[in-house]
């Protein structure tokens, strides 16, 4: 399952991922924002991160306007490699190198074309598992 948080900047471009993962047949839970009313991102940054971190979620996608905010946010959560990616070489390095566990995307960044090919290859990529990424890794979390 995978978790889906965003603020107001990133509510539309949320709409789009939303629609995408059903017609994957790819099951979501969605942590809010529900509109496009103003909010607060780290809100939603901090639940998606929980619910990966506490297993209920395999991976997290996260958009606020630009991406950023929310992914920082996102990684003052131990145990959470968000990655902000608004191409596709990084959707696919940071799952196979850092073994990221949240996606970050800016909803005023990136269109929603180029948005889904970075979900597809987030989710579809797996970890290396190469002895050097794994010792990234822990020096990370450390």
Do not use: W
Request: glycine content about 10%; some cysteine.
């Amino acid at each position: 399952m995978i978790a889906l948080g965003c603020d107001h900047g990133g509510y539309e471009l949320m709409q789009e991922v939303i629609m995408h993962l059903e017609k994957r047949g790819i099951e979501y839970k969605n942590f809010g924002t529900y509109s496009k009313e103003s909010c607060d991102y780290p809100e939603f940054a901090q639940a998606v991160a929980h619910a990966v971190t506490d297993g209920v979620c395999e991976k997290g996608i996260l958009i606020c306007g630009t991406g950023i905010g929310i992914s920082i946010a996102a990684n003052k959560v131990p145990g959470i490699r968000a990655a902000l990616c608004h191409d596709c070489f990084s959707a696919k390095a940071t799952r196979e190198h850092n073994n990221a566990n949240i996606l970050a995307m800016g909803g005023r960044v990136v269109g929603a074309g180029l948005a889904l090919d970075i979900v597809d290859l987030f989710l579809d990529t797996p970890f290396s598992e190469d002895e050097r990424h794994i010792r990234r890794i822990e020096k990370i979390e450390a």
